[in-house]
């Protein structure tokens, strides 16, 4: 039985003094819903970097677990900008996404930079949530299988196992749009990455977690989760607002 993992993504967004309010009203949000068991379900904040002291704080206080949006992959060095692993660790913060698409597209991340910096966190024991996702272009052109195979195969050749690793399918169309993969659409991509990942992870993909990313709502959330290799979502825009949030978390 895989936990869902319901995981937010703030980008760019928010202010560092609105931190703590935030989050006592995400925890509250969430408790006021009776019949949500707080056991049942993993949430998590991926929050600007500045921000993730106070966040972790914060979260812990409240049952919600922060991540960073991005890492690098060597432990330390001139990359001005940059954030490790131990730094991470060092601030109690156990959670990052890689790969989203807007670091691929952005700031160029490619496959092996990303398959990197996987493999780095799972050496160190840090949980990454790793993006992977077609174009609209991809999508129309019947690429979207070739993509993920090529996107999942580059990680799974420098890692090779389940623990700490998350994927989110996140097709590149649908994020910051309003469209949604449809229901079936979304089964659809879990279900071959889920095959992928078991090619290679063998029956340990099983328990592997795979998030849907791209408009998520609380409107379209209970279809979504009813697929059987939807397992949690990433959601970004309407993470933003903790009463929305906590209506994505009351999911099942
Ligand atoms: C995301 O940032 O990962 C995302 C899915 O964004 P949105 O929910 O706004 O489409």
Redesign the pocket.
Known sequence: MRKPLIAG?W?MNLLYSKVPEYLQTLSREINAKSHLKRDQVDVLLAVPAPFLGIAREYGEKNGILIASQTVHEKADGAFTGELSIPMLKDLGIRWTLIG?SERRQYYNETDAAVALKTKACLDHGINAIVCVGETRAEREGNQTETVLKRQLEAVLQQTGKADNFVIAY?PVW???TGLTASDEQAQAAHAFIRTVLRQKLGGAADGMRILY????KSSNIKGLMQQPDVDGA?????SLDPVEFARIVDCQ
Do not use: C, P
């Not at 990313?213 to 998520?216: A, C, E, F, P």
């Not at 990433?234 to 309407?238: K, S």
């Open positions: 993504n980008k989203h996140e649908a994020i910051g990313g791209g408009s998520v990433l959601v970004g825009g309407a």
